[in-house]
């Protein structure tokens, strides 16, 4: 039997998931992730406001995301596991609800240390966001689709950093970046009961998101850990090379480019859109022109975001914002704009029933990369004075990342992926 032929049996043998609610489904996982993601990106958004308040060099404002990364690595195969179990609803919602109040307490921190810690627990917080909401698009979304429904999820994330680029400043003129910060808080822990007021399961599917079927083969099955390593390895160093962009473009903008702190700030809006276009479009990419070859698409986006960074090394001092803008939004979309497409690749390796542990053990490799990575990006600068050297070796990360996934990964057997 071909491909085609076993995804046709697939799909007629299972019942039909309403077309209709499965995307309202989607944008309810879609606005989780927008939600997180504002408390996320509040920390690099209100870096330049902070900065001078708390006394900070950029290595330490690197280190909050590395607090953050650290709170992520530390719970995510735990969280995922939990989301294989409890289910995609009470997982999401214990997510919003550590995040939201650790958001709060970051607010009102005195120094470094109360933010760090803060900033760590929230990390916690938001690492039960990603296993549950793609464990839901591969319960709802079939094969043909999943990759650009994952796009489309995880559009969630950078418009979450458009939010917070456009509001964070704004609202830091009004209440401050303590009162901005604790909105963002709010907002998570109110979310939180919102979807799961909302969430439903596809009909056809074995138990319910409180007590999911854990009788099934498949949920038994060994996890093909080798494989999983080789997605780890490489999308950690792609992972690098984002946060280390959405952390320091603000100050590359503003210490660089001669912006105001607030036009720093707004300007970080601009990666985030691209990285919505990117999430969608190589989703879109890889289901279509590439048949849902995931591999590929990930070494063409690597390969592009290298030549990206080499480019933002090259940028003269004061160097004229036509040229600056489209470059800094290009970046978004390749550099951002990969993970709807590996998100994919990763349940796809580990079937429907173990993706919150596989992308949990994923997770947990990439937060390792970016606790260590985004630091040394802001170190290198302080160290050297030069934005220029920092670009060049996180371009040289992303290569040795773009070289494990074309020489190590294994994609699933075309065949087998089409029953998933």
Same mark, same amino acid.
């Given at each position: 039997?071909?491909?085609?032929?076993?995804?046709?049996?697939? /799909?007629?043998?299972?019942?039909?998931?309403?077309?209709?609610? #499965?995307?309202?489904?989607?944008?309810?996982?879609?606005? &989780?992730?927008?939600?997180?993601?504002?408390? =996320?990106?509040?920390?690099?958004?209100?870096?330049?406001?902070?900065?001078?308040?708390? =006394? @900070?060099?950029?290595?330490?404002? *690197?280190?909050?995301?590395?607090?953050?990364?650290?709170? /992520?690595?530390?719970?995510?195969?735990?969280?995922?596991?939990?989301?294989?179990?409890?289910?995609? #609803?009470?997982?999401?919602? !214990?997510?919003?609800?550590?995040?939201?109040?650790?958001?709060?307490?970051?607010?009102?921190?005195? !120094?470094?240390?109360?933010?760090?810690?803060?900033?760590?627990?929230? $990390?916690?917080?938001?690492?039960?966001?990603?296993?549950? &909401?793609?464990?839901?698009? /591969?319960?709802?979304?079939?094969?043909?689709?999943?990759?650009?429904?994952?796009?489309?999820?995880?559009?969630?994330?950078?418009?979450? $950093?458009?939010?917070?680029?456009?509001?964070?400043?704004?609202?830091?003129?009004?209440?401050?970046?303590?009162?901005?910060?604790?909105?963002?808080?709010?907002?998570?822990?109110?979310?939180?009961?919102?979807?799961?007021?909302?969430?439903?399961?596809?009909?056809?599917?074995?138990?319910?998101?409180?007590?999911?079927?854990?009788?099934?083969?498949?949920?038994?099955?060994?996890?093909?850990?080798?494989?999983?390593? !080789?997605? &780890?390895?490489?999308?950690?160093?792609?992972?690098?090379? =984002?946060?280390?962009?959405?952390?320091?473009?603000?100050?590359?903008?503003?210490?660089? /480019?001669?912006?105001?702190?607030?036009?720093?700030?707004?300007?970080?809006?601009?990666?985030?859109?691209?990285?919505?276009?990117?999430?969608?479009?190589? *989703?879109?990419?890889?289901?279509?022109?590439? =048949?849902?070859?995931?591999?590929?698409?990930?070494? @063409?986006?690597?390969?592009?975001?290298?030549?990206?960074?080499?480019?933002?090394?090259?940028?003269? #001092?004061?160097?004229?914002?036509?040229?600056?803008?489209?470059?800094?939004?290009?970046?978004?979309?390749?550099?951002?704009?990969?993970? *709807?497409?590996?998100?994919?690749?990763?349940?796809?390796?580990?079937?429907?029933?173990?993706?919150?542990?596989?992308?949990?053990?994923?997770?947990?490799?990439?937060?390792?990369?970016?606790?260590?990575?985004?630091?040394?990006?802001?170190?290198?600068?302080?160290?050297?004075?030069?934005?220029?050297?920092?670009?060049?070796?996180?371009?040289?990360?992303?290569?040795?990342?773009?070289?494990?996934?074309?020489?190590?990964?294994?994609?699933?057997?075309?065949?087998? #992926?089409?029953?998933?």
């Amino acid at each position: 039997m071909n491909g085609v032929q076993l995804k046709f049996y697939s /799909m007629s043998s299972t019942p039909s998931k309403p077309a209709s609610f #499965r995307w309202t489904i989607l944008a309810i996982i879609s606005v &989780s992730h927008i939600i997180g993601a504002t408390a =996320q990106y509040g920390i690099n958004t209100l870096a330049p406001f902070y900065r001078d308040d708390l =006394q @900070l060099s950029r290595a330490q404002i *690197g280190l909050f995301f590395t607090a953050f990364y650290m709170g /992520m690595a530390g719970l995510s195969y735990a969280a995922g596991w939990l989301a294989d179990r409890l289910g995609v #609803r009470a997982t999401v919602l !214990s997510g919003h609800l550590i995040l939201g109040l650790w958001t709060i307490a970051a607010a009102s921190a005195p !120094s470094f240390g109360w933010a760090f810690g803060s900033f760590f627990l929230a $990390g916690l917080g938001y690492s039960f966001l990603n296993p549950a &909401s793609t464990k839901g698009v /591969m319960a709802w979304f079939y094969r043909d689709e999943r990759a650009t429904a994952m796009g489309i999820k995880q559009t969630g994330v950078p418009t979450g $950093g458009v939010v917070a680029a456009v509001l964070g400043p704004s609202l830091v003129l009004l209440v401050g970046w303590r009162g901005a910060l604790a909105g963002l808080g709010v907002i998570n822990l109110l979310f939180g009961f919102f979807f799961w007021s909302l969430w439903r399961e596809p009909p056809g599917e074995t138990g319910s998101s409180d007590s999911p079927d854990l009788s099934t083969p498949e949920s038994h099955a060994a996890l093909r850990v080798k494989n999983l390593l !080789s997605v &780890s390895f490489g999308t950690a160093l792609l992972l690098v090379g =984002q946060m280390t962009l959405l952390t320091y473009v603000p100050l590359f903008l503003k210490e660089t /480019m001669g912006l105001s702190a607030y036009w720093a700030s707004q300007a970080l809006a601009l990666t985030q859109m691209g990285a919505m276009m990117g999430r969608i479009g190589w *989703g879109v990419v890889s289901d279509r022109l590439f =048949q849902g070859r995931r591999k590929i698409v990930l070494v @063409l986006i690597g390969a592009l975001s290298v030549a990206l960074t080499l480019a933002l090394g090259l940028l003269p #001092r004061a160097a004229p914002l036509f040229f600056v803008l489209p470059l800094i939004f290009l970046a978004g979309v390749c550099m951002v704009g990969y993970q *709807g497409v590996s998100y994919a690749l990763i349940g796809e390796i580990a079937g429907k029933a173990r993706t919150g542990a596989a992308l949990g053990i994923v997770i947990t490799v990439n937060s390792l990369g970016t606790i260590f990575g985004t630091p040394l990006f802001g170190y290198l600068v302080d160290a050297t004075g030069s934005y220029s050297i920092a670009w060049q070796a996180l371009a040289g990360a992303i290569l040795l990342g773009i070289l494990a996934l074309a020489f190590f990964l294994k994609e699933p057997n075309p065949d087998l #992926r089409a029953t998933l």
